[in-house]
């Protein structure tokens, strides 16, 4: 039997919210939907997630309004009893039979059980879906797997990421792990379970960052991928991508490379941002204790925050009860496997180096190496704690006291220049922030120009978005009269990334009338085109397409200039004594339109420095 489509307008006397109960069908726009989740709206409606099952709609998902839909008689509930049947005349009821098996494949599982290790490339072992099946009975499924090596933690976790996949909650995922590991886990991933992880390390994300417009999130372009979290770490821009990205599946690899020992590291900020963009996390680590307390309590709480109330004290009855971590060794799994597991023997090998190597070591310790001002090889070719570094020192020093002397002349000049950077009397629009020599000639070049004097610098963009800058920027936003921002894609500073911003700021006289400003140049020459431009015509995009004689197009950066000020959006002022909120706040890179002159009223220093993006056109 086949089944028609059948069309109802809901049932009579039903609940309202029995109507849109999860599974039911709909027609919508006449496209039919399933709904995937119905939750109350504030207007006493619901909010219906749906997902497509028309033709035209398969496989999209979409969001509606429930009252809005039903006052214009546009959602229309399928009831099954209404449903019409019709005789399948097809030999052997193939139509049938081939109905019956689509439907069963488009079952969304709802249980724990595994559905899908025995299609898997590889062979199903008891032990290697015990990870799964303990992570599908959470309700979000968030786990460490911490079995010891050669035990298979990456196929573990791609079953896991299997069965999620099968019941619809794995369409994005992101993959974290080492720059070594990055090939092997694509290939394990996709040999296997047929999972496709772009790679995005610099090169994949400037070739993304091509494609899109300049506003847009790189990591929404792929659904699946893999970074290197050494990347990422170091890169600001892109972790600020990150910090607005969601994923359905975030998997951790070598974990222990991201706990927290001491002084919170980079690795392991990054993997605490990343623990809540996300409902499923997945960890691997063969090592994830190193003896320290809190260095394990901080993996365990990223899976849970409640998980270990003391990272100081607790024992593991305190976060058994959660499943959040499993952790087997060889001999708890000798049973489950055919062929034992070798033992590992070790030997040590003793080998005299030969006269070339005695000599590459020797020249080695010749250079005179210096370690913070210590001139000893052993600093640099070993780590040496504190007290073995005083030691050393105090012992050079009564070797040879012309050492010392240099020594501390050298601590001197290095301290006392420092201290006089982030001397509030010397630089009291600096007082709150860290200094560096570029920030301070900013205000020495105020002090030294008369109410007529101009100066110019061309330095990064960091004074206009640090949090902690509200101060200096109220002294530099009414002395700016021209920013010209650029981005480094034609490699104007060769050894710079080339998504670095900079930018040429001129400064005047305190409470200039106004300033000029370009926005997302690539070339100085944009701006000498910017003024001598009559203003006509469409203000040209940051890309330009180019036909070439063989009529292929080639897209390549625009470096045209244009006087029209239209703008994309301005910032208004927010917070604590602000007297008017429209007004114009401080510089941020915001762009105007690419080669786009704009000019922009100037800034009373005594408005607040909290600030929000606001979409349209200044008044």
């Not at 599974?23 to 989740?37: A, H, L, S």
């Not at 990223?302 to 009860?321: C, G, K, N, Q, W």
């Amino acid at each position: 039997m086949q089944e028609q489509g059948a069309q109802a307008k809901g049932w009579q006397g039903a609940d309202i919210w029995a109507r849109y109960d999860p599974g039911v069908r709909v027609v919508i726009r006449d496209c039919e939907w399933i709904v995937r989740q119905a939750d109350p709206s504030v207007d006493s409606g619901y909010v219906l997630t749906v997902d497509g099952l028309s033709q035209l709609v398969s496989g999209k998902s979409a969001r509606c309004l429930t009252w809005l839909k039903e006052e214009a008689d546009a959602i229309r509930v399928l009831d099954p009893a209404e449903t019409r049947f019709e005789q399948d005349l097809t030999p052997g009821f193939e139509r049938s039979r081939l109905f019956i098996e689509t439907q069963l494949r488009q079952i969304t599982p709802a249980d724990a059980r595994i559905h899908l290790s025995h299609k898997v490339a590889m062979d199903p072992v008891p032990y290697q879906l015990d990870p799964a099946r303990q992570a599908l009975k959470q309700n979000r499924q968030r786990i460490m797997i911490a079995d010891a090596v050669g035990l298979g933690k990456t196929l573990e976790a791609g079953i896991l990421t299997t069965e999620l996949m099968r019941r619809g909650r794995g369409k994005r995922i992101l993959v974290l792990t080492l720059k070594s590991m990055i090939t092997q886990f694509q290939k394990e991933l996709w040999n296997r379970f047929t999972i496709p992880l772009t790679r995005l390390d610099s090169v994949g994300l400037q070739r993304v960052r091509n494609h899109v417009p300049g506003n847009h999130n790189p990591f929404y372009y792929y659904d699946k991928s893999i970074v290197s979290i050494d990347t990422r770490k170091q890169d600001n821009e892109y972790r600020r991508h990150l910090e607005q990205a969601y994923w359905d599946i975030i998997v951790i690899d070598e974990a222990h490379k991201v706990a927290e020992r001491g002084a919170s590291s980079r690795r392991a900020r990054l993997a605490q941002l990343l623990a809540g963009r996300s409902n499923t996390l997945i960890m691997l680590s063969a090592t994830p204790h190193d003896g320290k307390a809190r260095s394990f309590a901080s993996l365990t709480n990223m899976l849970d925050p409640t998980a270990i109330s003391d990272p100081e004290d607790y024992v593991r009855e305190d976060f058994r009860d959660k499943d959040l971590v499993i952790r087997r060794f060889k001999k708890d799994i000798r049973d489950q496997v055919q062929q034992a597991f070798k033992e590992r023997l070790i030997k040590d090998l003793y080998l005299d180096a030969s006269p070339q190597e005695e000599a590459a070591y020797q020249a080695i310790l010749d250079v005179p190496f210096t370690y913070r001002g210590d001139h000893n090889h052993r600093f640099v070719l070993h780590k040496l704690s504190a007290k073995q570094l005083t030691d050393q020192r105090e012992a050079a020093f009564a070797r040879s006291p012309e050492l010392e002397a240099a020594w501390f002349a050298e601590l001197a000049e290095a301290e006392g220049g420092q201290a006089f950077l982030n001397a509030p009397q010397n630089y009291p629009q600096l007082e709150g922030q860290r200094a560096n020599l570029y920030k301070c000639f900013l205000p020495r070049a105020w002090d030294n120009a008369n109410e007529q004097g101009v100066s110019g610098f061309l330095h990064p963009e960091g004074i206009y978005d640090d949090p902690k800058g509200a101060g200096f920027r109220r002294e530099l936003n009414p002395r700016l009269c021209q920013h010209f921002q650029f981005i480094n894609e034609t490699k104007l500073f060769a050894e710079v990334y080339n998504q670095t911003l900079f930018s040429i700021n001129v400064h005047g006289p305190f409470i200039a009338p106004g300033f000029k400003r370009v926005s997302n140049l690539f070339i100085p020459g944009t701006i000498d085109l910017s003024f001598a431009h009559d203003g006509e015509g469409q203000v040209p995009g940051i890309k330009e397409e180019v036909e070439l004689p063989d009529g292929r197009v080639k897209v390549k950066w625009g470096f045209a200039g244009h006087l029209g000020g239209a703008q994309s959006g301005y910032l208004e002022r927010t917070g604590q004594g602000v007297p008017n909120p429209g007004n114009l706040g401080w510089l941020a890179p915001l762009s105007l339109g690419r080669g786009a002159l704009g000019t922009l009223p100037a800034v009373s220093p005594a408005d607040s420095a909290n600030h929000r993006l606001r979409e349209g056109s200044p008044g």
